[in-house]
């Protein structure tokens, strides 16, 4: 029974490796604390919650989102597959994945900073590509912002204890 079991998991693995996964993408300008960031303030990380007002998945991507993305599918899944977008935005990966494409295809400095960064992603995900210029959501903004702080003190303690690990050999 077990040997069964773990049988159909390695094909189902070797599977989702070797089938040309059409939900791989090659261009990822968004960092994994800004995906964590995105997925924290968007829906507190809760897959259990499938769709809301048409939003869905962890990161709460619109069918319009998924769409400027380039309809990424699940390996099981053609673009034109009725449960395509549902299916995509629901996996975490899939999910993921779109968040790059639609950022690698209109990454643009919403805030006027002059650089591209996690807090334009922010304002291009919830805003979009043709307002992400406009005022965030205040609830929005102050749970974004705080998660972005959080990653960057966790990582200047890393840093920190790296480098006394060094200096101590």
């Known amino acids: 029974m077990q040997s069964s079991v773990m049988?159909?998991?390695?094909?189902?693995?070797?599977?989702?490796?070797?089938?040309?996964?059409?939900?791989?993408?090659?261009?990822?300008?968004?960092?994994?604390?800004?995906?964590?960031?995105?997925?924290?303030?968007?829906?507190?990380?809760?897959?259990?919650?499938?769709?809301?007002?048409g939003a869905c998945g962890i990161f709460r991507i619109t069918w319009g989102y998924w769409v400027e993305a380039g309809k990424l599918t699940l390996p099981t899944d053609t673009a034109l597959s009725e449960d395509a977008f549902t299916n995509c935005v629901n996996q975490p990966h899939c999910a993921a994945n779109t968040v790059q494409n639609y950022m690698?295809?209109?990454?643009?400095?919403?805030?006027?900073?002059?650089?591209?960064?996690?807090?334009?992603?922010?304002?291009?995900?919830?805003?979009?590509?043709?307002?992400?210029?406009?005022?965030?959501?205040?609830?929005?903004?102050?749970?974004?912002n705080r998660c972005l702080k959080s990653k960057e003190r966790l990582a200047e303690g890393k840093i920190i204890k790296e480098q006394e690990t060094v200096v101590s050999t």
């Open 7 to 53: 049988l159909r998991l390695l094909v189902c693995l070797w599977l989702l490796v070797h089938s040309g996964s059409s939900y791989e993408v090659q261009n990822k300008p968004v960092t994994e604390d800004c995906l964590d960031c995105l997925c924290e303030t968007m829906s507190g990380c809760n897959a259990s919650a499938i769709c809301v007002n």
């Open 104 to 144: 690698f295809k209109h990454g643009q400095d919403c805030n006027g900073d002059e650089h591209i960064d996690c807090l334009d992603f922010g304002a291009l995900h919830k805003l979009g590509n043709l307002k992400c210029q406009e005022e965030l959501p205040y609830i929005f903004a102050k749970v974004f």
